[in-house]
């Protein structure tokens, strides 16, 4: 069965700095999708960035990018400049190229301070 | 972008009671919706996989009398508890799937259900 794992359950920086979520993950799928989804205090969650297992150039959006490291099974969310509108709860989430079915990561309570 | 309303935002009703939630994708057809509960604090949990125009395929442990889950077009889900009790209470979400390029899913704002 496919896992996810975020082993940070908060983490807090300051305005401006560059932080890392880091999320880990197992299959043996070898066509898949991660995800990584924010889900600020209104509870809307919103696609932060994608990224295709077969695709091997980290996604990035904007100040957003990724680290992926799929011999390793790791999928790491790096936030540059970090704005206080960042902060939420972000989800690490694998899908089956199968299935469609998200499988959700415990999550990474973000706080930026001002 | 693809929006996903749900309606109502917030409930509540009485031990007992059934109450039920709609999901709409506004502006694509959804072959897909997944409903999902929320608790306090925790990450998301799959409750079913509700396919346009049959049964819907509940989770595990999901009672599926108990959460009644209707696709009666491509554009609208809905999900009712029946008979609910406070343990009902909790945050439900549904999100839809264009089945596109992107294997996105588009998310509802939810639903705060408080059972009483």
């Known amino acids: 069965a496919q896992t996810v794992t975020q082993s940070q359950p908060e983490m807090s920086v300051q305005e401006a700095e560059t932080v890392t979520l880091s999320c880990t993950y197992d299959t043996s799928e070898s066509n898949y999708y991660l995800f990584w989804y924010k889900q600020p205090p209104s509870r809307q969650m919103i696609l932060v960035i994608r990224?295709?297992?077969?695709k091997q150039q980290n996604a990035t959006e904007n100040r957003f990018s990724v680290n992926f490291q799929k011999a390793a099974k790791s999928f790491s969310l790096k936030i540059s400049d970090s704005q206080l509108g960042d902060t939420a709860m972000y989800f690490c989430?694998?899908?089956?190229?199968?299935?469609?079915?998200?499988?959700w990561g415990a999550g990474t309570k973000l706080i930026i301070k001002p | 972008g693809a929006v996903v309303s749900q309606h109502p935002s917030r409930v509540i009703c009485k031990s007992g009671t059934s109450v039920k939630i709609e999901c709409r994708s506004l502006d694509f057809q959804a072959t897909t919706m997944f409903w999902y509960r929320q608790f306090p604090k925790k990450s998301l949990m799959l409750m079913a996989t509700s396919n346009e125009g049959s049964k819907a395929t509940y989770e595990q442990g999901v009672e599926k009398d108990k959460f009644l889950i209707n696709h009666a077009s491509l554009t609208l889900s809905t999900l009712t508890v029946t008979s609910a009790h406070p343990e009902d209470s909790s945050f439900y979400i549904c999100?839809?799937?264009?089945?596109?390029?992107?294997?996105?899913?588009?998310f509802g704002p939810g639903t705060r259900l408080t059972v009483t």
């Open positions: 999100s839809a799937e264009t089945f596109g390029e992107t294997y996105e899913q588009y």
């Open positions: 989430a694998f899908m089956r190229g199968s299935n469609y079915q998200l499988i």
């Open positions: 990224q295709e297992a077969y």
